[in-house]
């Protein structure tokens, strides 16, 4: 949290900077933002107190409920070991679909072959 307060990137970026935090890839970016509902162009020194520690508790809370998913997946298919699972994903690559929290249409944009997925509504860039 003391890290990130003095970041000036766009909060997605820093989620995803293998540097700055090890093991979180672009689909779960995608999520955990829309967990702790944060745009994901927030710049991480725009962040208040409470919105970094709505960051760092989705991203546990995000891990813990899709590692439960995924071990699930593993006992009752037949897993592929190249396929990544993500059907359970609640905005990632799910342009155009509703928000399954709010209803609102997730939207998304690509750069440098990368989607990145939010909810406006969910995630608003203005305060
Ligand atoms: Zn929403």
């Known amino acids: 949290m003391r890290r990130l307060a003095s970041h000036r990137g766009q909060i997605k970026n820093t989620l995803t900077n293998q540097r700055f935090i090890a093991g979180i890839g672009n689909a779960y970016a995608n999520e955990v933002l829309w967990e702790a509902r944060l745009h994901p162009h927030r710049r991480g020194s ?9 960051l760092y508790r989705s991203m546990r809370s995000t ?65």
Do not use: K, M
Not at 46 to 54: G, M, N, P, Q
């Open 63 to 127: 891990f813990e409920w899709a590692i439960q998913i995924l071990r699930e997946e593993v006992r009752e298919r037949l897993y592929q070991r190249n396929e990544e699972w993500r059907a359970h994903l609640r905005v990632h690559r799910r342009t155009g679909e509703p928000c399954p929290r709010c209803g609102e249409t997730v939207r998304g944009q690509t750069s440098g072959g990368r989607e990145t997925n939010y909810c406006l509504r969910c995630q608003p860039l203005a305060l």
């Open 46 to 54: 725009t962040l208040s107190e409470v919105e970094r520690r709505a």
